[in-house]
Nanobody, 121 residues
């Protein structure tokens, strides 16, 4: 089994910054893509940013130039640095990871429980 634990959410003012972290643990052989999705009330979960094990990234248009995704492969950890936050960034942020577990040739997508980010206007 694999667990993802997120941290770093909270309340911040318009224009402020937050840094999210997510660490994967368990019976892990390797992790391919890691990243972040978010979901605001009444909306569908949407991609925010993701990064491959080789460092390739992609971002939602709405966060380009403001958010930066990075990872530490040795620690199975992905980060999301969020700058110039706006009220429309308010959502629950979910970490995900494509994980190959011990004894398997397949990759399975795991999700964290989510962390609330609230940006006040």
């Amino acid at each position: 089994q694999v667990q993802l634990v997120e941290s770093g959410g909270g309340l911040v003012q318009n224009g402020g910054s937050l840094r999210l972290s997510c660490t994967a643990s368990g019976s892990i052989v390797r992790i391919n893509t890691m990243g972040w999705y978010r979901q605001a009330p009444g909306t569908q979960r949407e991609l925010v940013a993701r990064i491959t094990s080789g460092g390739s990234t992609n971002y939602a248009d709405s966060v380009k130039g403001r958010f930066t995704v990075s990872r530490d492969n040795a620690k199975n950890t992905v980060y999301l640095q969020m700058n110039s936050l706006k009220p429309e960034d308010t959502a629950v942020y979910y970490c995900h990871a494509d994980v190959q577990e011990i004894g398997s040739v397949w990759y399975i997508v795991y999700w964290g429980p989510g962390t609330q980010v609230t940006v006040s206007s």
